[in-house]
């Protein structure tokens, strides 16, 4: 099976991913998170990634290619699920030759469908455990009392301006793709709203026709 999961920033992609990798057997590849590691690590792909990230623009191609391209060898071209990648035409255009280059062509692209200000106020509301990377939510999935709160952050793409500005180079640079994968009978829109296992069913239910 070999999937890409669509969607503006806060439509809860990385969950459903972890979602369908557990149920299906399948790779995550989330270029977000390699690009946020290497930021952590402060290496130098991490360091230009940095500017980019914390203003929510797009990281650029070059550098998201290499990764996507590798981690996409790493699983051995099959079973797998994008999360997040492509974000531009241009990526897409590469992404549909190198797939076919390697005879593992995307079966189906899952577009979650959110409502722009239900995602800024995902978004405004998420804190990061700054040691784990442990995801939590101010309203449905709050931090653990016994976890120090100091460890509790909120990243800075995180911010309500900054969340705002991702969704508009979104509709600008990404949005496009839907258009582009529907030309290929490749796009399935799925309603991303309700809690994180009514939309995994719903992604489940759109899937046993690739069975």
């Known amino acids: 099976m070999r999937l890409l999961l669509f969607g503006p920033p806060g439509a809860g992609k990385g969950t459903q991913a972890r979602k369908l990798v557990d149920r299906y057997t399948l790779t995550q590849i989330a270029t977000g998170n390699i690009i946020r590691a290497a930021m952590k690590n402060d290496t130098p792909v991490g360091r230009e990634a940095k500017s980019y990230v914390e203003q929510g623009e797009l990281v650029p191609d070059d550098v998201v290619r290499k990764l996507a391209e590798g981690a996409i060898a790493?699983?051995?071209?099959?079973?797998?699920?994008?999360?997040?990648?492509?974000?531009?035409?241009?990526?897409?255009?590469?992404?549909?030759?190198?797939?076919?280059?390697?005879?593992?062509?995307?079966?189906?692209?899952?577009?979650?469908?959110?409502?722009?200000?239900?995602?800024?106020?995902?978004?405004?509301?998420?804190?990061?455990?700054?040691?784990?990377?442990?995801?939590?939510?101010?309203?449905?999935?709050?931090?653990?009392?016994?976890?120090?709160?100091?460890?509790?952050?909120?990243?800075?793409?995180?911010?309500?301006?900054?969340?705002r500005n991702r969704l508009s180079v979104y509709r600008d640079q990404t949005e496009p793709l839907k258009s582009y994968y529907k030309e290929r009978d490749l796009l399935v829109p799925v309603d991303g709203t309700g809690t994180p296992d009514d939309v995994h069913e719903r992604i489940a239910d759109t899937l046993t026709t690739l069975a």
């Open 74 to 163: 790493d699983a051995g071209y099959d079973d797998f699920i994008l999360d997040g990648y492509p974000r531009t035409l241009q990526q897409a255009t590469w992404l549909t030759t190198f797939l076919s280059e390697h005879d593992a062509s995307l079966q189906a692209v899952l577009s979650l469908e959110v409502d722009d200000e239900e995602i800024v106020d995902r978004l405004s509301k998420r804190r990061v455990h700054a040691k784990t990377g442990e995801n939590y939510h101010l309203d449905v999935n709050p931090p653990p009392a016994d976890v120090d709160e100091e460890l509790i952050i909120q990243r800075p793409d995180d911010q309500p301006e900054t969340v």
